[in-house]
């Protein structure tokens, strides 16, 4: 069955660059949530999109953006780095539709190293 | 303020044996709770998922028990195999809301053959 993909897997960047990551979800899954792993902590939610339309927010900097676009992959732009950054960042998908139950799932996630 | 704990960092078991995770909530406003698996360098993998309208979910080796007045959930896993070894994330949301997922810590379960 098809998974949640993630690209890059792996981005190392200087401080005070941009980065960009791209998330491409389940077929026919609707909604798309952003999570962000620090070493040795739970995942955090950052942001979420449900038809295209931001939906929630959590703890994300303002230096971050993310949108969905018309065929429901999102990404998340990253500006400003600071070594803080450097994290795993999750994309998850799920379906909200009529008798949807919540479940998420998640891509591989993208290794992001700020130096 | 942690909203979903685990509170045992790490677990070990015999192969064969029964692994019990366990996982305690704060926010009543929760009615919808999940164990992911994970594995290092991966996303995390659902495993199992209960909703407040139940108490138990089982689906093969793996069962979910919810009490609700005790806002606790535990994980089950009968027998335990050496390829469970991993980290077992409880999670939380509230259903029919943003569906943003509330993690706790991660508990690192070893299964030694």
């Known amino acids: 069955a098809a998974g949640v993909i993630q690209s890059p897997r792996h981005l190392i960047k200087e401080k005070r660059e941009t980065a960009t990551l791209k998330c491409y979800p389940i077929p026919r899954h609707d909604t798309v949530y952003w999570y962000q792993q620090g070493p040795g902590q739970d995942p955090q939610f950052l942001i979420s999109?449900?038809?295209?339309?931001?939906?929630d927010k959590g703890s994300i900097p303002d230096r971050f953006s993310a949108q969905q676009f018309s065929d429901y992959h999102s990404e998340l732009n990253m500006s400003s780095l600071e070594l803080g950054d450097s994290a795993l960042y999750f994309c998850?998908?799920?379906?909200?539709?009529?008798?949807?139950?919540?479940?998420?799932?998640f891509g591989p996630g993208t290794r992001l190293t700020v130096l | 303020d942690q909203q979903v704990k685990q509170n045992s960092p790490s677990l070990s078991v015999q192969e064969g044996r029964i692994s019990i995770l366990n996982c305690d909530y704060t926010?009543?406003?929760?009615?919808?709770f999940l164990w992911y698996k994970k594995y290092p360098a991966e996303g995390p993998t659902f495993l199992i998922s209960i909703s407040s309208i139940k108490d138990k979910n089982e689906d093969g080796r793996f069962t979910v028990f919810l009490n609700k007045s005790a806002k606790h959930l535990s994980l089950h896993i009968v027998p335990s195999q050496p390829g469970d070894s991993a980290v077992y994330f409880c999670?939380?949301?509230?259903?029919?809301?943003?569906?943003?997922?509330?993690f706790g810590q991660g508990t690192t379960l070893q299964v030694k053959p």
């Open positions: 999109f449900y038809e295209k339309m931001q939906s």
């Open positions: 926010n009543s406003m929760f009615d919808y």
């Open positions: 999670a939380a949301t509230v259903s029919g809301n943003t569906g943003k997922l509330i």
């Open positions: 998850a998908s799920s379906f909200r539709g009529p008798l949807s139950t919540d479940t998420q799932y």
